[in-house]
């Protein structure tokens, strides 16, 4: 099993930035393909990216896409969200997530272990 805690949400202007990040212990950190979510209030949970076991392959939405940065430091157990030129739509709690598959998925249900999610405020 691994343990995920998230960190680094606040409150921001739109146009602003943020990084988030995800400390993870327990089972080997590399072994895990890592996800990034977010819901928003009243909608449900979608899939922001994803990050394979080595840090190659990276999958975004197309709605972050050239905005968000996803990363990983396997020797700190950690891996991480570089938000840019932020909009009120990204306004929500931003979760990550581990899974057990080599392969990269935006289907939060091929994740197994999640995190208890830090809230991202983005003011207009």
């Known amino acids: 099993q691994v343990q995920l805690v998230e960190s680094g949400g606040g409150l921001v202007q739109a146009g602003g930035s943020l990084r988030l990040s995800c400390a993870a212990s327990?089972?080997?950190?590399?072994?895990?393909?890592m996800g990034w979510f977010r819901q928003a209030p009243g909608k449900e949970r979608e899939f922001v990216a994803a990050?394979?076991?080595?840090?190659?392959?990276?999958y975004y939405s197309d709605s972050v896409k050239g905005r968000f940065t996803v990363s990983r430091d396997n020797a700190k157990n950690t891996v991480y969200l570089q938000m840019n030129r932020l909009k009120p739509d990204d306004t929500a709690v931003y979760y990550c997530?581990?899974?057990?598959?080599?392969?990269?998925?935006?289907?939060?249900?091929?994740?197994?272990?999640w995190g208890q999610g830090t809230q991202v405020t983005v003011s207009s």
């Open positions: 997530a581990a899974g057990d598959s080599a392969y990269l998925t935006h289907l939060s249900s091929r994740y197994g272990y």
């Open positions: 990050i394979s076991r080595s840090g190659g392959p990276i």
């Open positions: 327990g089972r080997t950190f590399s072994t895990y393909t």
